[in-house]
């Protein structure tokens, strides 16, 4: 199966796959922090549920009093209690 030219650009120069791909990078500190980067949009808000589009699919985020505390192009900074979050297509 051959490779995508962002991971054979990332095999060349020793950089991780998703430092040059549109893959989502999730950083979960605990259960009350979540950074999600290569987002592709805010579909879902609530104090419950968060929905995130990427390009590989839906990210649901569920848990008590959620909240964007941040926000930009690329990131979103989730905080509360964070029960469960998966992937959907």
Do not use: W
Not at 28 to 36: A, K, N, S
């Amino acid at each position: 199966m051959p490779k995508n030219i962002r991971h054979v650009f990332a095999d060349v120069f020793e950089l991780p796959v998703e430092a040059v791909s549109a893959l989502p990078v999730i950083t979960l500190t605990g259960q009350v922090d979540m950074i999600v980067e290569n987002y592709g949009g805010i579909i879902e808000y609530s104090d419950t549920r968060i929905m995130l589009n990427t390009a590989t699919g839906i990210i649901k985020i569920e848990g008590i009093e959620l909240d964007i505390k941040y926000m930009n192009s690329q990131c979103v900074t989730i905080k509360g209690v964070i029960n469960n979050f998966c992937f959907e297509k």
